[in-house]
């Protein structure tokens, strides 16, 4: 199931946010509270974390373009989190494996 990536709030009197430089690119992996993007206020320059582990499937705004608050930017495939996590454990050594 996808999860939507929104522009946050970050405070009342800011109501929109320009979309800074991407850290991913669309089929990156991200790990959970992994910077996506770069979002720039007039007050402020963040980094928007990724709610959970997976991959970034699509990006719904381009650097420079100016979203307001609560605008659905980006896309991440959550189901990627598994595959990956599973992967990296195929390729460890297990302990049982390490002992002599």
Known sequence: MPIELKIPEVGESITEAVIGKWLKAAGDHVEKDEPVVELETDKATMELPAPQAG?????????????????VIGYLDESDAGAKASASKDKEPSAEKAAP
């Open 55 to 71: 991959r970034l499937t699509k990006q719904l705004v381009n650097q420079g373009d100016t979203a307001q608050v609560g605008d």
